[in-house]
């Protein structure tokens, strides 16, 4: 297990373990002309929160854009792909997750981005998922400047399998 990083994990039995708390989405204006999103979880209900501050920032003449993804993790790369598809061009691939012996996902931006200036993304080693996803998609696409730590290593997908024990072994696909 050592050898195969996050790549493999035994987990305590789900009806003791505790769920993992959603973070908040939080956003402001910084010296009136930089925007700052805090995604948090990357939730359908946070996503609509940026949604919202992003249609303030548009109105406040917002020139300069800091996403905090330090500590985001999300588990749903569709809402991940979501996300990032507000700061990339329309018809860009974002990302693609592959799994052995089955067809690939590709997940494209369908969408104009809603906002198209300076970016910078905050990144440490507890971005995790999604968060790891839409950093690199976002800077890969030469949109975003990542700026902190290396990220976690956990952008990839997991089957949960019980194990006689009642523990779970969690299984990167």
């Avoid at 209900?45 to 500590?71: M, P, T, W, Y």
């Avoid at 968060?131 to 990839?156: F, M, N, P, W, Y």
């Amino acid at each position: 297990m050592v050898r195969l990083g996050h790549g493999l994990m035994v987990l305590p039995d789900k009806p003791n373990s505790v769920p993992e708390p959603v973070a908040p989405f939080y956003g402001e204006i910084l010296e009136s002309h930089i925007g700052y999103l805090r995604p948090g979880s990357l939730s359908n209900a946070n996503l609509q929160a940026a949604d919202k501050k992003l249609a303030e920032f548009a109105g406040k003449k917002v020139n300069a854009l800091i996403i905090d993804l330090r500590s985001s993790a999300a588990n749903d790369f569709a809402i991940s792909a979501d996300f990032a598809k507000r700061f990339s061009p329309k018809g860009k691939t974002l990302f693609t997750l592959r799994k052995a012996g089955k067809q690939d996902r590709v997940f494209n931006s369908d969408r104009d981005p809603v906002y198209d200036g300076l970016l910078l993304l905050l990144a440490d080693g507890d971005t995790a998922g999604g968060g790891e996803a839409v950093a690199s998609a976002l800077r890969h696409l030469d949109k975003a400047l990542v700026i902190g730590q290396a990220t976690a290593g956990r952008a990839v997908e997991y089957s949960d399998l019980p194990l006689p024990s009642g523990k779970i072994l969690r299984v990167a696909v």
